[in-house]
């Protein structure tokens, strides 16, 4: 079972409006809703090629059962650790004649002491079984910048491989516990610089037109589709595409090969293209170290 950790979901709210005029009542004629979160999407992702996964995190109040409800319709088990507060939403207003995206963003919840507690004791019990976690998103208000890195200690403690996307402090304390994979949130072809990574563990970097790995026993490389590190479907995707070779002990141009496929393959509306992955595949040229691209 592979686990899935979003601390700060939301639930995506998004309007098909005529023309907006503020100021005044303005009519919706479709509203659609969706789990948000990068967790809950590479849960997605995994389900859809036929893992075994469940979503984890803090949800809570009616937003929290909408994004449970979501989820499930996917196929998609849930555990999240309730919370008091309510889930934040993320509001998408598009207008019908040109297409023109407003959107609006709640505020995190704040998650207090106890709700901290609850949600280490459901992760722990989440560990037994598991063959990888994935941490991955922002950290909703209250929870200290080092909760990625006990997450991280309490999995590599148990055996269990993590694979970690975030930025910030949240991910250099968390990358110097060990993580299997490192993936920072923002592209770039350089390491940060304070990112204190284990000699064991590999880094994903998006660098121009390639991606990137930083392995222990050198650099492997393989080309992007066009433009596609731009939107963060793409992102979403390739961090999904990573976790069954870490779980299966893929080599690296076989792990390369399936996560830029997958990224490719992924439209900016995120729906996973089975056809698509499979025709990019054959296409993945990998490079490793030592070999010209």
Request: aromatic share 6%; hydrophobic share 45%; with cysteine.
């Given at each position: 079972?592979?686990?899935?950790?979003t601390l700060?979901p939301s639930?995506?709210?998004?309007?098909?409006?005529?023309?907006?005029s503020l100021?005044?009542?303005n009519?919706?004629?479709?509203?659609?809703?969706?789990?948000?979160?990068?967790?809950?999407?590479v849960?997605?992702?995994?389900?859809?090629?036929?893992?075994?996964v469940?979503a984890?995190?803090?949800?809570?109040?009616?937003?929290g059962?909408?994004i449970?409800n979501?989820?499930?319709?996917?196929g998609?088990a849930?555990?999240?650790?309730?919370?008091?507060?309510e889930s934040?939403?993320?509001?998408?207003?598009?207008?019908?004649?040109?297409g023109?995206?407003?959107?609006?963003?709640?505020p995190?919840?704040y998650?207090?002491?106890?709700?901290?507690?609850r949600?280490?004791?459901d992760?722990?019990?989440?560990?037994n079984?598991?063959?990888?976690?994935?941490?991955c998103?922002s950290l909703p208000?209250?929870l200290?910048?080092?909760?990625?890195?006990?997450?991280?200690?309490?999995?590599?403690?148990?055996g269990?491989p993590?694979i970690?996307?975030?930025?910030?402090s949240a991910l250099r304390?968390?990358?110097?516990?060990?993580?299997?994979?490192?993936?920072p949130?923002?592209?770039?072809p350089?390491?940060?610089?304070?990112?204190?990574?284990t000699?064991?563990?590999?880094?994903?970097?998006l660098?121009?037109?390639?991606?990137?790995?930083r392995?222990p026993?050198?650099?492997?490389?393989?080309?992007?589709?066009a433009?596609?590190?731009?939107t963060?479907?793409?992102?979403?995707?390739?961090?999904?595409?990573?976790?069954?070779?870490?779980?299966?002990g893929?080599?690296?141009?076989?792990?390369?090969r399936?996560?830029?496929?997958?990224?490719?393959s992924?439209?900016?509306?995120g729906?996973?293209?089975?056809?698509?992955?499979?025709r990019?595949?054959?296409d993945?040229?990998?490079t490793?170290?030592?070999?010209?691209?």
């Amino acid at each position: 079972m592979i686990v899935t950790v979003t601390l700060n979901p939301s639930l995506q709210v998004e309007y098909d409006a005529g023309p907006v005029s503020l100021g005044a009542a303005n009519k919706v004629r479709r509203v659609r809703y969706a789990a948000g979160g990068r967790g809950l999407a590479v849960a997605r992702y995994l389900h859809t090629f036929g893992h075994d996964v469940v979503a984890a995190g803090l949800a809570g109040g009616s937003t929290g059962q909408l994004i449970r409800n979501e989820l499930g319709r996917a196929g998609v088990a849930t555990q999240f650790t309730p919370i008091a507060a309510e889930s934040r939403r993320v509001v998408a207003i598009a207008e019908g004649q040109d297409g023109r995206v407003t959107s609006f963003t709640e505020p995190a919840p704040y998650i207090t002491t106890e709700e901290l507690g609850r949600l280490a004791a459901d992760y722990l019990s989440l560990l037994n079984g598991a063959t990888a976690v994935v941490l991955c998103g922002s950290l909703p208000d209250g929870l200290p910048e080092e909760t990625y890195a006990s997450l991280t200690s309490y999995a590599t403690g148990s055996g269990v491989p993590v694979i970690l996307e975030a930025g910030g402090s949240a991910l250099r304390h968390a990358a110097a516990r060990g993580p299997a994979l490192v993936i920072p949130d923002s592209a770039g072809p350089d390491l940060p610089d304070d990112l204190p990574v284990t000699g064991s563990a590999s880094v994903v970097l998006l660098a121009g037109g390639e991606v990137v790995v930083r392995s222990p026993g050198g650099d492997w490389r393989a080309e992007l589709p066009a433009g596609g590190q731009h939107t963060a479907a793409f992102r979403d995707a390739l961090v999904a595409g990573f976790v069954p070779g870490v779980v299966l002990g893929w080599s690296w141009p076989d792990m390369l090969r399936h996560a830029v496929a997958l990224a490719g393959s992924v439209p900016p509306s995120g729906e996973a293209d089975l056809t698509g992955y499979e025709r990019l595949l054959a296409d993945v040229v990998v490079t490793g170290p030592g070999e010209a691209g």
